[in-house]
Nanobody, 123 residues
Framework: QVQLVESGGGLVQAGGSLRLSCTAS????????MGWFRQAPGKEREFVATINWSGGSRNYVDSVKGRFTISRDNAKNTVYLQMNSLKPEDTSVYYCAAARGGMATTTVGYDYWGQGTQVTVSS
């Protein structure tokens, strides 16, 4: 069992930056690929970024490429999402997730989820 806790969300103006963190419980964090998803009101949960167990491979949705960076620190059981040049359309609840089966871009590929953290970007 893995428990995930996100933090770092908040209100920011367009063009600003935020860094989200997701800390996992347990000793097996480094065995999991990790991902970030987001969900706006009335919309389906959307893939944002994923990273493999070592941090050597990453993948992003096109809309955030060049603006967001996913990274991880296995010694701290933490995955990060650095978000720069934020836009109002980035406003969502952001969720981190852990995948036993490797990197994935769909929700069905993930086994554990955090509770989410709200990111609001004002224009």
């Amino acid at each position: 069992q893995v428990q995930l806790v996100e933090s770092g969300g908040g209100l920011v103006q367009a063009g600003g930056s935020l860094r989200l963190s997701c800390t996992a419980s347990g000793r097996t964090f480094s065995r999991y690929a990790m991902g970030w998803f987001r969900q706006a009101p009335g919309k389906e949960r959307e893939f944002v970024a994923t990273i493999n167990w070592s941090g050597g491979s990453r993948n992003y949705v096109d809309s955030v490429k060049g603006r967001f960076t996913i990274s991880r620190d296995n010694a701290k059981n933490t995955v990060y999402l650095q978000m720069n040049s934020l836009k109002p359309e980035d406003t969502s609840v952001y969720y981190c997730a852990a995948a036993r089966g490797g990197m994935a871009t769909t929700t069905v590929g993930y086994d554990y989820w955090g509770q989410g953290t709200q990111v609001t970007v004002s224009s």
